[in-house]
């Protein structure tokens, strides 16, 4: 059976980090093109970053480039978001996902394109 488990997630303050780890079973994550979404309450999920299945290039939500960094460890079949400079705005439950489609940053966007999901980590920022 397939399936992912994030963790990771928690409470803390504004400015602070975290670190999520999303950990496949079932399949192998080299083979495939994987992402971080959130959804916070009361609003649509979104996407946060995604990352090629060869880890050469990724793509950000404007909302957290340059705070965020999406990496994966093929090797340990787990998919990493480390999230910097935490903000209230990112209070979110956040997911790891896996596409069957080919990369692009397009993908950000198109959450339905993603078929494998986790069951979610909860993200709180306070400030």
């Known amino acids: 059976q397939v399936h992912m488990v994030e963790s990771g997630g928690g409470s803390v303050q504004a400015g602070g980090s975290l670190r999520l780890s999303c950990v496949a079973s079932?399949?192998?994550?080299?083979?495939?093109?994987m992402g971080w979404f959130r959804q916070a309450p009361g609003k649509e999920r979104e996407g946060t970053a995604i990352?090629?299945?060869?880890?050469?290039?990724?793509a950000y939500a404007d909302s957290v480039k340059g705070r965020f960094t999406i990496s994966r460890d093929n090797a340990k079949n787990t998919l990493y978001l480390q999230m910097n400079s935490l903000k209230p705005e990112d209070t979110a439950i956040y997911y790891c996902?896996?596409?069957?489609?080919?990369?692009?940053?397009?993908?950000?966007?198109?959450?339905?394109?993603?078929?494998?999901w986790g069951q979610g980590t909860q993200v709180t920022v306070s400030s």
């Open positions: 079932g399949y192998m994550v080299r083979n495939y093109n």
């Open positions: 990352i090629r299945h060869d880890g050469g290039t990724s």
């Open positions: 996902a896996r596409t069957d489609y080919a990369y692009t940053s397009d993908l950000l966007s198109w959450p339905g394109r993603f078929g494998v």
